[in-house]
């Protein structure tokens, strides 16, 4: 009798070791769009919507560099704007103009995080990343601590509901 049982604890232990396998194969499958940016119908409409004017066509290389760049595990990119303006081969003073314009149009909530560090996070209803092709539900997760300022939770908020932003334009 205890050959049967130490042999079924053995088969069973197999059986576990096996669905552990498989759902690793799963998540390395998942794994392969690591570097996927989802652009969603209210992302291609904001992006036609910045090409419009002279301002918007600047500070689309912006939007879309945090798009590119945006961290899957906390929807946002934490920077300062002197690194922002290395990369985009500009002056802080036209980085600090396109975050203006872009937050004056909705399109991204800046959060002071100390000194000349920001967190930017664009809408998740327009641009996703991770390493899925598809969400459920926005994550945002982060260890970041900001002094509670009651406009950006507000702004957050009416991001993260898919509000209507009374700015926008009807197409």
């Given at each position: ?17 096996e ?28 992006i036609?919507e910045l090409?419009?004017?002279?301002q918007?066509a ?21 920077c ?42 664009l ?38 509901s ?10």
């Amino acid at each position: 009798m205890i050959v049967a049982s130490e042999h079924q604890a053995k088969l069973r232990q197999k059986e576990i070791q096996e669905i552990d396998k498989k759902a690793s194969k799963e998540h390395e499958e998942a794994k392969k769009n690591s570097n996927f940016t989802q652009t969603y119908p209210k992302g291609w409409q904001r992006i036609r919507e910045l090409v419009r004017d002279k301002q918007g066509a600047a500070a689309i290389g912006l939007y879309s560099f945090f798009a590119e760049h945006i961290d899957p595990t906390c929807g946002a990119v934490v920077c300062d704007q002197q690194f922002l303006a290395n990369q985009m081969g500009v002056s802080t003073r036209t980085i600090r103009r396109w975050l203006d314009y872009l937050e004056e149009k909705g399109a991204l909530v800046r959060i002071p995080v100390a000194g000349k560090v920001c967190a930017y996070a664009l809408d998740p209803h327009e641009v996703w990343k991770g390493y899925n092709t598809s969400k459920d539900y926005s994550a945002f997760v982060t260890k970041t601590l900001v002094n509670k300022d009651r406009e950006i939770k507000r702004r957050i908020m009416a991001m993260f509901s898919g509000e209507e932003s009374g700015q926008e334009q009807a197409m």
